[in-house]
């Protein structure tokens, strides 16, 4: 893929990339003092992440991102290209396949990504991952890399199902990943 195509997808596709941020009440113990300044119930930031807008209707634009970056949420703050926030509203989550869709007010999206089609997906592949690593402030990052493999099962001791195991099946990358980029895009 030239590198100008590939300039022209990240343009095009980042505006539907949106950053994360979970808050969550943090309730000080009884036994100790809370920090100076601080009250019973005060909100902290605990994660952030990435997610992506697949979907709008009349009303709401509906974003996919992981179910740990959104999990515990009191608030969710969602963050967009524009520079904009507001608050978003989980429509459902699963923890076993990891996954969530919020929804946030439609007049917020301008561009909404399709979900392509992983079957087709071959190794050696390029492709840029999109998202937010180690938080907000390195918003929109985008990394190069391969597809390693399309058909990766990783089996993991699921706290969800009370310590069955669980298999699932991933796409692997080279690209740079990191924390905060859960969620986020992975394009062709």
């Known amino acids: 893929v030239a590198v100008s195509e590939l300039a022209d997808m990240v343009e095009a596709s980042s505006p539907a990339i949106v950053g994360i941020v979970n808050i969550q009440e943090s309730q000080y113990n009884q036994y100790f003092y809370p920090q100076q300044g601080q009250s019973e119930g005060t909100t902290e930031t605990t994660s952030s992440g990435s997610g992506v807008i697949f979907k709008k209707d009349k009303n709401y634009a509906y974003i996919v991102t992981n179910n740990h970056v959104i999990e515990n949420a009191n608030t969710l703050e969602v963050s967009l290209e524009s520079g904009e926030s507001t608050t978003a509203e989980v429509v459902g989550a699963d923890a076993l396949s990891d996954l969530a869709v919020i929804k946030i007010p439609v007049e917020y999206a301008t561009t909404v990504l399709e979900f392509g089609d992983s079957s087709v997906l071959r190794a050696g592949e390029t492709v840029v991952a999109i998202g937010n690593p180690l938080g907000l402030d390195l918003y929109g990052t985008v990394t190069q890399g391969i597809i390693s493999a399309t058909n990766r099962v990783v089996s993991l001791e699921s706290q ?11 796409i692997q990358t080279d690209a740079a990943i990191n924390p905060g980029n859960s969620g986020g895009a992975l394009l062709n």
Do not use: A, L, R, W
């Open 160 to 170: 969800v199902s009370q310590g069955s195991v669980v298999s699932n099946t991933f």
